[in-house]
């Protein structure tokens, strides 16, 4: 189990609880089942709705507990193919929106020392979102020892393990580049201010923590829900579009601006060989690892 992330152990936690209850209603061995029963089991998901990926974390989950030799037999890999065909998985969106709407809003909330400390939180986590390209889960671990402030620049490291997390793969590395022409929405500017703002309240080393007494470190869901906040406040339909889309607002915006795809691919943390850009991130608008990425993104909203 130590192999396996906490966001897996939950996920594998909530398809074993659902086989147990299955087995239960079924008068079914809940350890020592065979593949016929694991199959109507699946089955039972598929004409629930359940996707082609759902019904493969089902799979993985249930082999701790039954063990490979059932969970990849040979008619439990034909049922999967037939999923396939049937209900191929596809990308969550198929366009996305243009981050100058975002950023369009968020230059209402300026200056930043003048703001509340609410409209400064969901400021800084929304811009350094779109900045950085990074899922909320590694943002939700940035520790204040982990920034450096240079003349041009704020860098900051991720030293914890992150969903992308394998042997030999590299933590993430955030470069936010100071927008000096635009300082209204400028990731850096507004981090450095977030900070300052936070320094007499700050209980622990997390960066983000919330706006609220008594001003705990948030979780990955609490961020998710800041970003949602102001992507509605701006005018994006949230009723499609979650706090996870920023990866695919800012990466394709990035595309548009001509920005190499291998910078795009190091600054959103892909691996060399993933082409998962080119499959759920390239998407059009709907209705170096240096500045470039960034930059691209905030020196063309002015």
């Known amino acids: 189990m ?3 992330s906490n966001s897996t152990l939950n996920q594998y936690n909530s398809a074993i609880k659902s ?14 089942s065979n593949s016929a029963h694991l199959l109507e089991y699946l ?11 759902s019904l493969n974390s089902y799979r993985s989950a249930l082999s701790t507990l039954l063990g490979q030799d059932i969970t990849t037999n040979d008619c439990v890999k034909r049922f999967f193919k037939g999923v396939f065909r049937l209900k191929p998985p596809a990308p969550k969106y198929d366009t996305t929106w243009d981050p100058n709407l975002v950023l369009n809003h968020l230059s209402d909330y300026f200056p930043n020392e003048s703001i509340s400390l609410k409209d400064l939180t969901v400021k800084t986590i929304t811009l350094l979102a779109l900045a950085s390209a990074q899922r909320m889960q590694t943002l939700s671990m940035i520790r204040i020892n982990n920034i450096s402030f240079y003349q041009d620049k704020i860098q900051i490291k991720i030293d914890e393990l992150i969903k992308t997390s394998k042997p030999g793969s ?7 580049p100071y927008i000096k022409e635009n300082p209204k929405v400028c990731p850096a500017l507004t981090l450095k201010s977030y900070i300052d703002r936070t320094n007499d309240i700050r209980k622990d080393d997390f960066l983000f923590i919330s706006y609220q007494k008594p001003h705990k470190k948030v979780v990955t869901q609490t961020l998710s829900h800041w970003v949602k906040y102001v992507l509605g406040k701006s005018g994006i339909n949230i009723d499609l579009y979650s706090a996870h889309s920023t990866r695919h607002a800012s990466t394709s ?6 920005v190499n795809l291998e910078v795009i691919r190091k600054a959103a943390g892909w691996t060399e060989s993933s082409k998962v850009f080119l499959k759920y991130y390239n998407k059009n608008l709907s209705n170096s690892l240096d500045c470039e990425f960034a930059n691209s993104l905030f020196q063309g909203n002015r």
């Open 170 to 176: 590299y933590h993430p590395l955030i470069i936010l």
């Open 253 to 258: 915006a990035a595309h548009r601006a001509g």
């Open 43 to 53: 089955t039972d998901k598929f004409n629930s709705g359940a996707s082609y990926s």
């Open 19 to 32: 086989w147990w209850k299955y087995c239960k209603s079924k008068d079914i061995d809940f350890l020592n």
């Open 2 to 4: 130590a192999s396996f």
